[in-house]
């Protein structure tokens, strides 16, 4: 057995496998199972060596060696079989029960509760390693995870530092940890370690990538960015994700235009991702590329017809580019698919309002006006169609309830601006008007309705805001407000749905 384990160890694996199948037919032995179990491992067979190692334990209850080899091939395959932790766990438990001190399956039983998110029991194992094993890297990691998941700041951050100056903590430790601390919202504690090792020398590309996101997510996108670059650059063209998440950090930095470029490089490598186009469409409407924005949408739509977000998308753009009875059956079809989204009622109705058919607008909006992330919008439109049918008291309560929910919503204030000049109460519509445009300054209906307050009242600024009202026009500005605030209804995530 000796001999058939050192070839085993110099990856002569055909021969040691003749071998163990002579010597089975000459014994039974939970050894030779176990050794065939380790062949099939190396040589890919998951199921000859998931049967092998399970003959084996059940041969000899008490052997860890076949928990310790079973357990790990669950792990290993856990991408291919998600089930595999949860099996690979209970193995791992189950030789603890007759070697408790076994360090091996304490720290791997650690290591998947802490995954499971079961900190307190993950320390409890923790705990059972000799005292020297404790403070080694890959149970101090395990342990500082453990304590971000309980929200124990300051021995998280204690533990951190011990295991930052551990000359033994390498990356594979601070991958270990990421998505727990992650999740715990301890990017700040992923910084200072992968930092640590980027002092050591070069970080893989992997790594690059969990500080290029935790360096996101405590706002320093410059710091960000750079690394993303760097772990795009590392990884290759197989990691266009990465240059999904480069253009939400240019985004997030207001560069548009870079964060288009990274999206058109994403589409070169894959051109077959609808995400990638209709992000890119997303960031046209941030520039006030209406067209663009148009043809992007479009193409996401051509390769993923039935996607509840790309043709809620299509919809909001078609409203401005073709006209609202062109957009209204992409908002048909959106609630088709989520017939149950408020904001998909909102949607439409909106639609109708701007074609002018009040008649079909009315029930989706009064829909729509009953939930609570959508009140505010809905009876600002209901407001709206009161004003356009000459009814500026009516308008006036849809309008004051949308402001209950919202009171900094320009829109609302620009047509409750309307009401009021409608009633000649010229000093509430100033009030109303001012508010809105410290809002936002360059709000077309709000500057016109402005323009509209001092011709009636004679007021000697009427020219020069006659003058702004027309720039504002020129610059289209109505379309890309409103179109914003449709579009933010909706907004962009990587699952785009």
């Not at 176990?34 to 099939?40: A, F, P, S, Y």
């Not at 930092?195 to 690059?208: I, P, V």
């Not at 000049?421 to 509430?428: A, F, G, I, S």
């Not at 009030?431 to 001092?454: C, I, K």
């Amino acid at each position: 057995m000796t001999e058939i384990q050192d070839l085993i160890d110099h990856d002569h694996l055909h021969t040691p496998k003749q071998k163990v199948y002579e010597a089975q037919k000459r014994m039974t032995d939970s050894g030779l199972d176990n050794l065939l179990g380790v062949i099939e491992a190396k040589t890919g067979d998951y199921a000859g060596a998931e049967g092998s190692f399970a003959v084996a334990i059940r041969r000899a209850p008490t052997f860890t060696a076949p928990y310790l080899n079973l357990a790990r091939l669950y792990q290993e395959n856990a991408k291919r079989y998600p089930e595999g932790k949860a099996k690979a766990l209970a193995l791992y438990e189950q030789l603890l029960r007759f070697d408790p001190v076994n360090n091996e399956a304490n720290y791997q039983a650690a290591v998947l509760l802490m995954e499971q998110s079961r900190y307190e029991k993950s320390q409890g194992y923790l705990s059972h390693l000799p005292r020297d094993s404790q403070d080694i890297s890959q149970a101090l990691a395990v342990r500082c995870a453990d304590l971000a998941g309980l929200g124990n700041r300051m021995r998280t951050d204690q533990c951190a530092a011990r295991l930052r100056s551990r000359p033994d903590f390498s990356e594979v430790d601070a991958q270990t940890i990421a998505p727990t601390l992650a999740s715990a919202k301890r990017e700040d504690v992923i910084v200072g370690l992968e930092e640590a090792l980027a002092k050591r020398g070069m970080l893989s590309g992997h790594s690059l990538h969990t500080l290029g996101l935790a360096y996101e997510k405590t706002g320093q996108l410059s710091q960000s960015r750079s690394a993303l670059e760097k772990a795009f650059s590392s990884l290759g063209s197989s990691s266009t994700d990465i240059l999904l998440e480069l253009a939400r950090v240019g985004q997030e930095q207001k560069d548009y235009k870079g964060a288009l470029g990274y999206l058109a490089h994403a589409e070169d490598l894959n051109p077959k991702d609808a995400a990638i186009p209709y992000y890119f469409g997303v960031l046209c409407l941030q520039l006030n590329l209406l067209a663009e924005a148009q043809r992007a949408m479009a193409k996401a739509l051509a390769l993923d017809p039935d996607n509840p977000s790309y043709n809620y998308s299509m919809g909001a753009v078609t409203v401005f580019s073709d006209g609202p009875e062109q957009a209204i059956p992409y908002f048909q079809k959106y609630l088709g698919l989520k017939p149950k989204d408020p904001r998909g009622q909102l949607a439409l109705g909106a639609a109708y309002v701007r074609a002018k058919n009040y008649a079909a607008g009315l029930p989706m909006l009064r829909e729509s006006a009953s939930h609570s992330e959508t009140a505010s919008t809905a009876h600002y439109y209901l407001g709206r169609i009161l004003n356009e049918e000459g009814d500026p008291q009516g308008a006036i309560q849809e309008l004051r309830l949308s402001l209950k929910s919202n009171t900094n919503y320009p829109d609302a204030l620009a047509e409750l601006g309307r009401s009021l000049l409608t009633k000649k109460d010229y000093r509430q519509a100033q009030v109303e008007l001012d508010h809105a445009l410290a809002l936002s300054p360059d709000h077309y209906q709000a500057n016109l309705n402005l323009l509209l307050l001092y011709t009636k009242i004679g007021d000697a600024r009427r020219d020069s805001q006659s003058q702004r009202a027309e720039e504002l026009k020129k610059a289209a500005e109505e379309k890309s407000q409103e179109l914003s605030r449709i579009i933010a209804i909706r907004p962009f995530d990587n699952s785009g749905n």
